[in-house]
Every structure is written in C-alpha cells, then in structure tokens.
C-alpha cells in the first residue's frame, strides 16, 4: 500500500486536476516577480523591473492572468461539465 501523499499526488496528475498545481505554479512566478523585480521568461532570459518597466509588468500580467486561466479552466470541467 502506497503512503496516502502519494495517493494525492497521483490524483493530482490525473487529467483535469493536472491544471491546480499548473496554475498555482504560475500564480507563484507572478507573485514571486512582483516582489523580487525581476522575471524569468522564455529561453532563459531575464527581464527586471528597474530597466524596462513595461515588458516586465506585461510578463508578471501575463504570468497571473496564465494562472488564474488555468484554475478556471479546472473549475468549468470539474463543475460545469
């Protein structure tokens, strides 16, 4: 018999449930780069809020927003469909 953690991890990786720890992952990228000034984007890149304000503040938008899609997008197949 496998430990109950497991148990939950594996319900976790089942196909809708797969989308919580995705949109959680991605609300803490937003929230991590609103405080630290700086976000990790694509190929490895880093965009700071000091040097180019705009980019950074569409990227940290874009990080909660990706997020909060994803649990929505949870709740509508669990609930709704």
Known sequence: MLHPLFDF???LLTP???LLPCGF????MGVEA???????????SV???AKEPK?????VAASYL???FLIACL??????H
């Open 9 to 11: 991890l594996s319900f």
């Open 25 to 28: 992952l991605f609300l803490c």
């Open 55 to 59: 980019e950074f503040w569409w990227s």
């Open 34 to 44: 609103t405080f630290s000034g700086k976000i990790r984007t694509r190929f490895g």
């Open 66 to 68: 990706g997020g909060v």
């Open 16 to 18: 809708p449930y797969i």
């Open 75 to 80: 709740l509508y197949k669990v609930y709704w």
């Open 47 to 49: 965009i700071y809020r």
